[in-house]
């Protein structure tokens, strides 16, 4: 007589991971990707500006600062996060202050050209942004800029610009650029920079001429 046998063990489901790409909508509607590391750390990057708005940390501590006072809607700048200068930094030409590119929607690059391999980063997005009609007209200069937005594996937050010419005359154009930060800190009494000794810089007070930095911090 054959002994009776106990059923198969039900096997247990897999733990879902979040996605390592997340495409939302923020309080606003605005489109924004958000972007997580398995080990907890997250950012976010809306389309609008191409701006990072949010960085933080495995135990959730968020590293940037967003003004409460923000407005997550055109024609206006993000206040806080990472905005995006170009063409133009500060009031240094005849566009708006810091230029257009922080105020216009980006798009989804699908089909970035390839970057050098970096096999640690594992989460990245890449965003693209060309001239309308109505940015010719104050610019009159055609250009791709691509941005990617990626998280490393110690969390670190990596933004990489690539600007390209495609004026069809082949002239070329010059322009400036930054990334505005800003970072969120407890006191800003504690805060410094160091490695600036006698670098030049141009100063926004008058006279509005080149210095050399003569403190070791700044």
């Keep these: 007589m054959a002994g009776a046998s106990s059923p198969p063990p039900t096997p247990k489901s897999p733990k879902l991971q979040p996605p390592l790409l997340e495409r939302a909508k923020g309080p606003s509607g605005l489109d924004k990707i958000v972007l ?10 809306r389309l609008y500006g191409g701006q990072v708005t949010s960085w933080k940390n495995e135990q959730g501590d968020e590293l940037l600062f967003v003004s409460s006072k923000a407005v997550f809607k055109s024609p ?15 009031t240094h030409g005849n566009l708006e202050k810091h230029g257009f590119a922080r105020n216009r929607l980006w798009l989804v690059d699908d089909n970035p050209p390839p970057l050098p391999v ?44 690539r600007i390209r010419n495609t004026n069809t005359d ?31 810089f141009l100063s926004f007070f008058p006279p509005w001429i080149f210095q050399a930095q003569t403190s070791p911090r700044v």
Excluded at 36 to 45: I, L
Excluded at 76 to 90: K, L, M
Excluded at 128 to 152: M, N, Q, T, Y
Aim: proline letters at 8%; aromatic letters at 16%; a positive charge.
């Design 76 to 90: 206006g700048a993000i206040r806080g996060g990472i905005p995006i200068c170009f063409p133009q930094f500060g």
């Design 36 to 45: 997580r590391d398995p080990r907890g750390f997250t950012a976010e990057v």
């Design 170 to 200: 082949g002239k070329p154009f010059s322009f400036t650029f930054a990334y505005h930060t800003y970072f969120s800190v407890s006191d800003i009494r504690c805060v410094y920079a160091l490695q600036f000794l006698f670098l030049p």
């Design 118 to 161: 970096n096999s640690g980063i594992k989460t990245y997005a890449d965003l693209i942004l060309k001239p309308s009609e109505e940015d010719l007209k104050i610019w009159p200069h055609r250009f791709e800029f691509r941005l990617r937005v990626a998280l490393g594996p110690k969390g670190d937050l990596f933004l990489t610009s």
